[in-house]
């Protein structure tokens, strides 16, 4: 069996949790490695410490760990649709 190496970024939330995606480059997925090139992560795949922007950092340590995470904020909407009609509920 082949088993795709996945990334290494290590999210400080909650313990240690490895980023689930692939590996694109220097055994960081693509998303990771960007920040990295952006000096927003370690080569260890750790958090930088020089980054302070919160909101950032949230989204680096959040992403491919807890993906739905990332989304909670400023900018989201409500799920549009639903297919619970209240009045729908026959005799029964
Ligand atoms: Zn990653």
């Given at each position: 069996m082949r088993d795709s190496p996945r990334c290494r970024y290590i999210s400080t939330h909650g313990g240690v949790i490895r980023c689930r995606h692939p590996v694109h480059a220097q055994a960081f997925c693509r998303w990771h490695y960007r920040a990295l090139l952006q000096g927003?992560?370690?080569?260890?795949g750790y958090l930088s410490d020089?980054?302070?922007?919160q909101v950032r950092r949230r989204e680096i340590n959040y992403f491919g760990v807890h993906p739905e995470a990332v989304l909670v904020g400023p900018g989201s909407e409500p799920v549009p649709g639903g297919g619970g009609d209240p009045e729908a509920d026959g005799p029964g």
């Open positions: 927003e992560i370690t080569e260890e020089s980054l302070s922007d």
